[in-house]
Antibody, heavy 120, light 110 residues
């Protein structure tokens, strides 16, 4: 069974840092690009960042470039999102998603999400 | 502000058809055939129901169909069922090598 499991969310103070992880199973992880998508409480989906299967190419939403860093460890079948200088508006459920084909194609598999709350 | 524009809500009675629009620009929806649609039930992760404008993943009901004309993509749900009540989101690849999502449409089955 293809599965994605996020972890690392929690309550963090403004200005703090957090690293999210997404453990993949059931498919050849290195063959597929991955992305992070977030959803603020009661709001819509927002694409955050993407990374190629090899990890050599990364993509970011313009509004987040410079604060967030996406990476992957194909030896551990794990995707990461390093989030720095966190703000209240970063509060959201963060989903990792497998890309069907290409680097920024459709997201055919989603994790259950991990909640990040930025508050003092 | 979302990159793509969707109606906030649509509704229909069981058995009817509804169409949800997704309007972008020539830099996203109109420029590429990489439009996807997702269904999200409350408290659940999104589920891919249409990719590449009009293709359906394996296991998705044939009642869901997609199309595109110019800068506007559309999702049509025919033979509405109670279980179709959910939020629906469109997305598109953009010329900035990013992915844009619509603001989402809440479908109510009357």
């Amino acid at each position: 069974e293809v599965r994605l499991l996020e972890s690392g969310g929690g309550l963090i103070q403004p200005g703090g840092s957090l690293r999210l992880s997404c453990a993949a199973s059931g498919f050849t992880f290195s063959n597929y690009a991955m992305s992070w998508v977030r959803q603020a409480p009661g709001k819509g989906l927002e694409w955050v960042s993407g990374i190629s299967g090899s990890g050599a190419v990364t993509y970011y939403a313009d509004s987040l470039r410079g604060r967030f860093t996406i990476s992957r460890d194909n030896s551990k079948d794990t995707l990461y999102l390093q989030m720095n200088s966190l703000r209240a508006e970063d509060t959201a459920v963060y989903y990792c998603a497998k890309v069907d084909y290409g680097d920024l194609g459709s997201f055919d598999i989603w994790g259950q999400g991990t909640m990040v709350t930025v508050s003092s | 502000q979302s990159a793509l524009t969707q109606p906030a809500s649509v509704s229909g009675s069981p058995g009817q058809s509804v169409t949800i629009s997704c309007t972008g620009s020539s830099s996203d929806v109109g420029g590429y055939n990489y439009v996807s649609w997702y269904q999200q039930h409350p408290g659940k992760a999104p589920k891919l129901i249409i990719y590449d404008v009009a293709s359906r993943p394996s296991g998705v009901s044939i009642r869901f169909s997609g199309s595109k004309s110019g800068n506007t993509a559309s999702l049509t749900i025919s033979g509405l069922q109670a279980e179709d009540e959910a939020d629906y989101y469109c997305s598109s690849y953009t010329s900035s090598t990013t992915v844009g999502f619509g603001g989402g449409t809440k479908l109510t089955v009357l």
